[in-house]
């Protein structure tokens, strides 16, 4: 009988509890409001910066390709700069990766340097295909 009195008593003061918790709703202060919105941001900062990877990605492989097959030919410096650039996005993607809150928006601003020279080696030294 004695085991069964713990759990009742417990009930009983949570559910008298309940009424004075639902009056009193809690405000979220502005600081949490702040931070989720820093952290929507990231994180929609960062789904596009993978999209980005993944789809530079994607080019190099294909490139790597049309290259073995002999349908894309490209002087050894272009490939080499082109290389270098793709070099440079993987490392800053990695940084990026793995950011925490005092190096991010150096993460972040290294990240946007290198996916603009990437597209800049892309444009000046890839052929265009039709």
Do not use: F
Not at 7 to 19: E, Q, V, W
Not at 108 to 120: F, G, H, L
């Amino acid at each position: 009988m004695k085991s069964m009195t713990l759990p009742i008593l417990a009930g009983s003061l949570l559910l008298a509890a309940l009424p004075s918790l639902a009056a009193s709703p809690v405000t979220p202060s502005p600081y949490t409001i702040t931070a989720a919105i820093v952290e929507s941001a990231a994180t929609e900062y960062m789904n596009n910066a993978d999209w980005q990877y993944n789809d530079w990605s994607q080019k190099m492989a294909d490139l790597d390709m049309g290259i073995l097959e002999k349908k894309v030919t490209m002087s050894a410096q272009a490939k080499a700069d082109l290389d270098k650039a793709w070099d440079k996005i993987k490392l800053r993607w990695a940084q990026l990766q793995s950011a925490n809150n005092n190096d991010w928006d150096g993460a972040r601003a290294s990240w946007a340097k290198a996916s603009e020279e990437m597209q800049d080696a892309w444009q000046h030294l890839v052929p265009h295909q039709g």
